[in-house]
């Protein structure tokens, strides 16, 4: 089936730009179209490495989740607005640091629908399980018998919220949604949190924004006290909340401030 079948099936307008095949684009996936391939490049434009900010967000993701796997001992994952399947996402991950971790993979672009099903019925063990969920309807979300059946709600959970939360305006409370999902989850999970943000180059973000709206597409920067906020007042796992590039890196950045995303990981304590 040619990609463009593949696309009218799953009933999605190619002639929109949506973020799941931007990113797809950025991080060199083929899972994107003319309008996303457009749009991506005028976000580049903007920020010319923006390539490598993406690159960045996903390692950021990888380390997140083996810190949680290996330091906490998690083994269930709830990975909101996972992309399209790549190398260095949370089933490729967890696959070599914890393979014997439950994942649950949530995304409302039915693109990513598609590539995720494949995935998880072609993996042997069943680990992987796919819903496709508005992040804006938590309550709904959580009471998924696809999530509810697979992952164990009174054990610690690993929650990801990777590159996804500025795709929510201050007119839908992300915030609200945020504290609906970490009030769901036992003592001694994590929530892994990295969102773009103007602090580092107004000028260039204010680009991208307007470039955003071109393309009918909601994606609201935060600062840090904003993002600090998703937290919850759970306790912040060293550093805190650092631009992405610096949160554990393997190796020391030049300059962290180089993808203007922040990032952090926080535990709720018991
Ligand atoms: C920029 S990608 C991030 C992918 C992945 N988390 C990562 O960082 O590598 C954002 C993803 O969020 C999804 N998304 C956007 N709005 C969403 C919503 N309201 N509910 C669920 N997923 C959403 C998009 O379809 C896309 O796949």
């Not at 949506?18 to 003319?34: C, Q, T, V």
């Not at 995935?119 to 680990?127: F, K, P, S, Y």
């Not at 950045?253 to 203007?260: G, H, M, Q, R, S």
Request: glycine fraction near 8%.
């Amino acid at each position: 089936m040619t990609q463009d079948q593949n696309a009218a099936l799953s009933g999605i307008d190619t002639s929109v730009p949506h973020s799941a095949r931007m990113y797809d684009y950025w991080l060199g996936g083929s899972s994107n179209f003319e309008a996303d391939r457009e749009l991506g490049k005028a976000f580049e434009q903007a920020i010319p490495s923006i390539k490598t900010m993406a690159r960045e967000n996903r390692r950021f993701l990888g380390r997140a989740v083996r810190m949680m796997a290996e330091e906490a001992g998690i083994r269930q994952f709830l990975d909101i607005g996972t992309g399209v399947p790549a190398a260095g996402d949370t089933h490729s991950v967890t696959q070599i640091v914890a393979p014997d971790s439950r994942i649950v993979c949530v995304d409302n672009d039915p693109i990513v629908h598609a590539h995720t099903k494949a995935l998880t019925e072609n993996t042997a063990d069943g680990r992987t399980r796919y819903v496709q969920a508005d992040m804006k309807e938590p309550e709904k979300l959580l009471a998924d018998p696809e999530l509810t059946g697979h992952l164990d709600l009174d054990r610690p959970v690993g929650l990801l919220l990777v590159a996804v939360l500025m795709l929510l305006s201050d007119h839908d409370r992300p915030w609200a949604k945020v504290s609906t999902l970490l009030d769901a989850l036992p003592p001694g999970s994590h929530v892994a949190i990295t969102h773009p943000t103007a602090d580092f180059d107004p000028q260039a973000m204010a680009e991208v924004v307007e470039a955003a709206g071109r393309g009918q597409m909601t994606l609201v920067p935060r600062n840090k006290a904003q993002v600090e906020e998703f937290f919850g007042g759970w306790e912040l796992v060293e550093p805190g909340v650092v631009p992405v590039m610096g949160w554990r890196p393997e190796e020391t950045p030049t300059d962290p401030k180089a993808a203007y995303y922040w990032s952090g990981v926080a535990r709720k304590k018991g």
